[in-house]
């Protein structure tokens, strides 16, 4: 990588970054398999069933995701998927996609000005108050005072 930046080809700086992604990947896997009693979502992406879940619902967040759909997608039972989750990601799984909901409900409104009423149907809910009663929820504050924080 520093022979590639201090050689300055062409192309060499991109060479270093995917270079650099590389290694931090290489880091994370590391980090992963020391790593074995951790939870969290991080960890969770290491279990191919519960990882599998997280995709679904970061694919298609509106989705009205039941336990028994991203069970589904697990290929296992409810009961046992829920309890699986949990351990490895520490949250139950309609927790983990409340709280992907409300950070995509954060970003849209710190980088848009899209209403909640927009908001609200592109991340599975009904109504506006009931993704600023879900918003406030998980991210302590409304949305309104969310927007107005992130604008400075």
Same mark, same amino acid.
């Given at each position: 990588m520093r022979e590639e930046l201090r050689l300055a080809h062409p192309g060499g /700086? #991109?060479? *270093? $970054?995917h270079l650099a992604h590389m290694i931090l990947i290489q880091a994370l896997r590391l980090h992963l398999n020391e790593n074995k009693? $951790? !939870?969290g979502w991080f960890t969770a992406l290491k279990d191919h069933k519960v990882c599998a879940t997280i995709s679904a619902i970061h694919d298609d967040p509106a989705r009205?995701?039941?336990l $028994? =759909? #991203? *069970? /589904?997608v697990a290929g296992m039972s409810r009961s046992v998927f829920a309890q699986?989750?949990? =351990? %490895? /990601?520490?949250? !139950?799984?309609? =927790?983990y996609l409340t709280r992907w909901r409300m950070l995509l409900a954060g970003e849209r409104l710190e980088n848009t000005n899209d209403k909640l009423s927009a908001i609200a149907p592109a991340l599975g809910y009904e109504s506006e108050s009931a993704v600023a009663t879900a918003f406030?929820? %998980?991210?302590g504050c409304t949305p309104r005072e969310y927007a107005r924080n992130a604008q400075g």
């Amino acid at each position: 990588m520093r022979e590639e930046l201090r050689l300055a080809h062409p192309g060499g /700086a #991109l060479i *270093a $970054q995917h270079l650099a992604h590389m290694i931090l990947i290489q880091a994370l896997r590391l980090h992963l398999n020391e790593n074995k009693h $951790q !939870t969290g979502w991080f960890t969770a992406l290491k279990d191919h069933k519960v990882c599998a879940t997280i995709s679904a619902i970061h694919d298609d967040p509106a989705r009205r995701w039941t336990l $028994q =759909d #991203l *069970a /589904a997608v697990a290929g296992m039972s409810r009961s046992v998927f829920a309890q699986r989750f949990k =351990d %490895v /990601a520490g949250e !139950t799984p309609m =927790d983990y996609l409340t709280r992907w909901r409300m950070l995509l409900a954060g970003e849209r409104l710190e980088n848009t000005n899209d209403k909640l009423s927009a908001i609200a149907p592109a991340l599975g809910y009904e109504s506006e108050s009931a993704v600023a009663t879900a918003f406030k929820r %998980v991210m302590g504050c409304t949305p309104r005072e969310y927007a107005r924080n992130a604008q400075g």
